[in-house]
């Protein structure tokens, strides 16, 4: 084959190709197109499905924080039962210490009273037995100058 048979051949083949050229670029901007909504659409159910997916996961951050407030109340309720307890029995221990400490100090009124009263009735007596012995010794004292009175006559 000669060269220029092969010019030839080689334009047949090459007007063969571009002939067919348009019909493949045109096929392939097709296939291109369809793919693009493929995507457009696999896209569309992707986002779809992430709004479906953060509303349900806003949904259950809403019933968490719901349960967690519910929980905080409950826990507050009970502090406040608990101290309400607690100031209740530190009440009725301060008024029953109170109750102590004023039997105990009546008791001791009491006791100091009696002891007082015990001394004072000491002390009278003392001073009675005192009293006795000073009359006996002005009384003797009376009767030795009575003597010495009678006698120095």
Excluded: C, W
């Amino acid at each position: 084959m000669t060269t220029e048979e092969r010019l030839y051949k080689l334009e047949g083949i090459v007007e063969g190709v571009m002939a067919t050229l348009p019909d493949r670029i045109s096929s392939l901007e097709h296939r291109m197109e369809l793919l693009r909504q493929e995507v457009k659409a696999e896209m569309a159910g992707l986002r779809q499905e992430m709004r479906e997916e953060i509303a349900r996961l806003d949904s259950k951050v809403d019933s968490l924080h719901q349960e967690v407030k519910a929980e905080i109340s409950g826990l507050r309720q009970e502090v406040k039962g608990e101290i309400s307890g607690l100031r209740q029995e530190v009440k009725a221990e301060i008024s029953g210490l109170r109750q102590e400490v004023k039997g105990e100090i009546s008791g001791l009124r009491q006791e100091v009273t009696a002891d007082i009263s015990g001394l004072r009735q000491e002390v009278k007596a003392e001073i009675n037995t005192a009293l006795n012995r000073l009359m006996l010794y002005f009384t003797a004292l009376a009767t030795a100058l009575a003597l010495l009175t009678l006698f120095a006559r």
